[in-house]
Nanobody, 127 residues
Framework: QVQFVESGGGLVNPGGSLRLSCSAS????????IGWFRQAPGKGREGISC????????YYADSVAGRFTISRDNDNNAVTLQMENLRDQDTAVYYC????????????????????WGKGTLVTVSS
């Protein structure tokens, strides 16, 4: 059985930083493209960052580029998302997923497996 777990969410002030982690059992994350998605209340799910398998090329949505950094922590079979200069509009539930994307299509939800998603971690940016 494959299981994904997101952690690191919480309450943070505008302008603050937070680090999210995606860990998994049942598969090796380094063998997959890994994406971070978020969903704000009343909004659709948005692909915000992803990292490809192999060389680890990274991509970012315009909404987070320059503020968020995705990286692999292979010693812990994990992928992290370092979030800086957080804004109110970053408030959302954040999800990680594993898939087969090979380009910036790693920001597209349909390139990730049905069972390869975590249950999300809530990030609230508020003063």
């Amino acid at each position: 059985q494959v299981q994904f777990v997101e952690s690191g969410g919480g309450l943070v002030n505008p302008g603050g930083s937070l680090r999210l982690s995606c860990s998994a059992s049942g598969l090796t994350l380094d063998n997959y493209a890994i994406g971070w998605f978020r969903q704000a209340p009343g909004k659709g799910r948005e692909g915000i960052s992803c990292i490809l398998k192999g060389g680890g090329r990274t991509y970012y949505a315009d909404s987070v580029a320059g503020r968020f950094t995705i990286s692999r922590d292979n010693d812990n079979n994990a992928v992290t998302l370092q979030m800086e200069n957080l804004r109110d509009q970053d408030t959302a539930v954040y999800y990680c997923a594993a898939g087969w994307a090979t380009t910036d299509n790693c920001l597209v939800e349909r390139y990730y497996g049905r069972n390869y998603w975590g249950k999300g971690t809530l990030v609230t940016v508020s003063s």
